[in-house]
């Protein structure tokens, strides 16, 4: 899957270096319209709440609704970085800022029958930020990451005609979760979700 409509926001014509405001303002567009890739959300270290991802595109074949993933083992970073193999999934790999961030490990939530085994990596920092036009004391952000995601079918499954299972890769920018009328953020927990937008899969 190819969001070219981002990838021409990030880099420009002519462009030397990433139009992060471009790319930020274009997925608070589509967030408007509950539009996304994936959603996640990320705990505090003392949280007794487990962080969480979703996406349509890790969903269970049979009845089409996203996998439940938990993020685990979740470590910082003082300076994130990404494989040879993980970067030539982004945009611009050389692009991309040295900086903090923060790593996990992806797993399936429950035991299911109809599948044998799932986990993948988890990769997220934040590439840009600046003073809320809109809100004193306040900044909005733009994080870039990187999720992959394998699951391996059961007999079940693949007796359903649903192979042998999925490998899914993506890069992907993300920002905050919007929030309701009553400041309440929307998303799969309330305190912190981001939303996810992939680059390529």
């Not at 608070?28 to 969480?52: E, G």
Request: hydrophobic letters at 35%; aromatic letters at 12%.
């Amino acid at each position: 899957m190819h969001l070219p409509f981002l990838k021409t926001e990030y880099l420009p014509a002519n462009s030397t270096s990433p139009e992060y405001d471009r790319v930020y303002k274009t997925i608070l567009t589509y967030q408007a319209k509950n539009d996304k890739t994936a959603c996640c959300y990320l705990t505090s270290p003392t949280s007794v709440d487990p962080s969480r991802f979703s996406s349509p595109l890790m969903e269970d074949p049979m009845d089409e609704m996203p996998l439940d993933i938990t993020i685990d083992f979740i470590e910082s970073h003082e300076s994130l970085s990404f494989t040879t193999s993980e970067l030539s999934s982004f945009a611009a790999p050389s692009a991309i800022p040295e900086g903090p961030g923060i790593s996990g490990e992806m797993q399936f939530i429950d035991s299911h029958c109809g599948i044998d085994y799932a986990s993948g990596v988890f990769k997220i920092k934040r590439v840009w930020t600046k003073p809320n036009p809109d809100v004193d004391g306040e900044f909005v952000e733009l994080f870039e990451g990187f999720v992959s995601f394998n699951v391996s079918y059961s007999g079940l499954y693949r007796r359903k005609g649903h192979g042998p299972g999925s490998d899914i890769k993506f890069a992907f920018w993300g920002v905050r979760a919007r929030k309701d009328d009553n400041g309440k953020e929307i998303g799969l927990c309330p305190m912190a979700p981001v939303l996810v937008f992939g680059e390529q899969v």
